[in-house]
DNA sequence: TCTACAGTTCGATAATCCTGGAAACATCGG
DNA sequence: CCGATGTTTCCAGGATTATCGAACTGTAGA
């Protein structure tokens, strides 16, 4: 994940009704939900949330798809993961104090407890 | 870590001089450098350094001190700690897609090796 | 084709953030 | 005490981001 895409995707989750927003989708799971839905839960106006979700999905972290007329929202994991390996790989302290976290590649699927 | 810290402490990277700041400050480890010679490599007037590195300080994610006439900032993982396993926790579609990483905790410092 | 509905785009305003020069503050050496 | 050095604070501007009503686009059903 170069670094303008990791800004890019920062600045897509440093907004608290965004976060509020990618939160519900990550819930909601692949089903994803419909612009209105999100928009009645969020408590913002349409044109708001439009440009909220759009700023999500400009960064790859959320994909569209139509549904007869309504817009149809979900979270995609790719770039929130590439985003925690990034920030884990050149953030945190190799070294120097405790890591924290593995990157799941290094750890052979030993999760789905948690 | 509660959202308004979340939203902080993302914001507080996204944007790319401090990214570049905050990962200078992580090689650097835990002896830090002084504002100066992190102005000079970032090639930033010294105004818009403290600006910067203030964000960063403020969000927690950066520890100051003072020797002799210059002030030292060293990288403090604990935010940026607390923020990879907030976004692990609430952001990685758990269960639905492959997870990104693996808090800490859960592997019995089985790492160092990376 | 007309109407209703779901969302988006447009446009104007407000709020916030970023930049960088100049002045002020703090510390050290003489 | 004074000058030099390192850094911050102050301030003004410019740039970006956020908000939201109104108008527009696209789809479905009668």
Redesign the pocket.
Known sequence: MDIPQTVQAL?AL?????LALYRMLVERGPDG???????DRLG????????????L?RAGLVS?R????????AADYAVMNGLIATLTENCCGRGTAQPCCVPADLTQSTLQSA
Chains 1, 2 share one sequence.
């Open positions: 600045a440093a907004h608290e009704t965004r939900l419909p612009a209105g839905v999100i928009a913002v106006p349409p044109s708001s949330l439009t440009f909220h979700v759009q700023h999905h569209q139509r549904v007869g007329r309504q817009l149809i929202y």
